[in-house]
């Protein structure tokens, strides 16, 4: 069996997979170092988990219970946000791969600590375990220069400071799920976090977010794209610290609605909800063109992501709004990032 972990920097979520990547179980510990809630199934529970290391291993000692013990474990599969330009595919993680996920923590440090606390954690808990990682940002390696490259000075660009592009293990199973796959295929993972990739033969070759996961798109919290001198113009009104939250965590749809939620918003009639929609949509439309010009054209449509799969007024919207691009397919894709992360760990094992 394989478990998935995603380890944030406040919670812990797990998936256990057998051989043939069927889902055999799901949990989570939330509020780490506060009073949280350990899940497993339908179980709940409160719990105080110090630290990563607890919070795994009350989901180990659950997962036991259910006769799931670690000794049944082939090994541990771990969802990493950033691989920077190094770390382009899934790997084995040994100390070189460790010491790289840590030189990205620069790129990305609101996940990758809690990415690498979750890794860390599971040595210690189960030594012997082997453990891989998947990385959000491998898939659109095959971008070209031109697509990620910032017109900075070279200083900068040496320093890293590119676009990357994340939701990539999401694209990536969405790729292994359409069969045939379309030549020329927009997809949009929509969810609280939003993005768009153009994938030619199979292969991203532009996606809307960029050096972090604020760019692009208008999203559930983040502003999406914003031109550089208003951050900073916010940055000295409200302090560095505060920008980063602000343009993080009090913008996207929850500053123009006061809520985050697309079905709640959608339900309600007001002028805010009704412009929050219109706003959410003309911008994935607006960079869609985009997207669809670096493939030279467009094939098919596809829709993955909380919002993208169960919100059809907005997909209907965006596909309306790209009719102009041809009358073609339009998918609905269950996201399967974990299934994606547990099959990337059998295949380095050997199995897939």
């Known amino acids: 069996m394989i478990l998935v972990v995603n380890a944030g920097s406040s ?3 797990v998936a256990l997979f057998d051989e043939h990547l069927k889902e055999l179980a799901k949990g989570a510990v939330t509020e780490i170092g506060a009073t949280g809630e350990l899940t497993l199934g339908s179980f709940r529970q409160p719990v105080r988990a110090a630290d990563h290391d607890a919070a795994l291993s009350l989901l180990l000692a659950a997962l036991r219970a259910e006769d799931h013990p670690p000794e049944s474990l082939r090994a541990a599969a771990h969802r990493v946000v950033h691989g920077g330009a190094t ?3 899934p790997c084995r993680l040994d100390a070189t791969a460790v010491a790289a996920i840590e030189a990205c923590v620069p790129l990305a440090p609101l996940h ?14 189960v030594p ?3 453990q891989f990682a998947s990385f959000d940002t491998a898939f659109h390696a095959t971008n070209p220069p031109v697509a ?3 017109a900075l000075p070279k200083a900068f660009r040496d320093a890293g400071l590119r676009r990357y592009g994340f939701h990539g293990i999401s694209y990536s199973a969405l790729v292994e799920h359409l069969d045939p796959l379309p030549r020329r295929l927009l997809a949009l993972h929509l969810g609280n976090g939003a993005s768009l990739c153009a994938i030619l033969d199979g292969r991203s070759v532009a996606t809307s977010m960029g050096y972090s996961p604020l ?4 999203m559930g919290t983040r502003t999406g794209s914003i031109d550089g001198m208003a951050v900073l113009d916010i940055a000295r009104a409200a302090g560095l610290d505060h920008a980063a939250d602000i343009l993080n965590r009090e913008s996207g749809l929850k500053a123009l609605s006061g809520t985050s939620d697309m079905a709640t918003i959608l339900s309600r009639t007001d002028e805010d909800a009704r412009f929050a929609v219109e706003m959410f949509c003309y911008w994935a439309i607006r960079q869609a063109g985009s997207a669809i010009a670096a493939m030279g054209g467009l094939d098919a449509l596809a829709f993955t992501g909380g919002i993208g799969e169960h919100a059809t007024p907005v997909r209907e919207r965006i596909a309306e709004g790209l009719a102009w691009a041809g009358r073609v397919p339009v998918h609905v894709v269950p996201a399967q990032e974990e299934r994606r992360i547990a099959q990337d760990a059998l295949a ?5």
């Open 215 to 218: 760019e692009g798109l208008v």
């Open 348 to 352: 380095l094992l050997g199995d897939a």
């Open 128 to 130: 012997d375990l082997p």
């Open 112 to 125: 990758n600590p809690g990415n690498l606390a979750g890794i860390r954690a599971l040595q210690r808990l």
């Open 87 to 89: 770390l382009t595919a």
């Open 148 to 150: 990620t490259t910032y």
């Open 11 to 13: 919670s812990v979520k």
